[in-house]
């Protein structure tokens, strides 16, 4: 895949989160990585949107009790 150089603009501060979580250097891997899994996440939601609209949504309460009887710790 052939990579090309872009620039953009970010706040001070999410600069300063890339850098701490990644070193200078693998900033931009982190941030592709990101960019992409954007849409799955985009893709994900609209999955979930239509489960619910075609199922009624999901009940918290009996999420919450099915992670209380499978964690194990």
Do not use: F, N, W
């Not at 900033?27 to 954007?38: C, D, H, K, N």
């Amino acid at each position: 895949m052939v990579r090309q150089r872009q620039a953009v603009s970010l706040h001070e501060g999410t600069i300063a989160a890339l850098k701490a979580c990644t070193g200078r250097r693998g900033m931009s891997a982190y941030v592709e990585g990101l960019i992409q899994r954007q849409p799955e996440r985009d893709r994900l939601r609209e999955l979930i949107e239509d489960a619910e609209a075609q199922h009624s949504s999901v009940d918290q309460a009996a999420v919450d009790a099915e992670r209380g009887r499978c964690h194990v710790g």
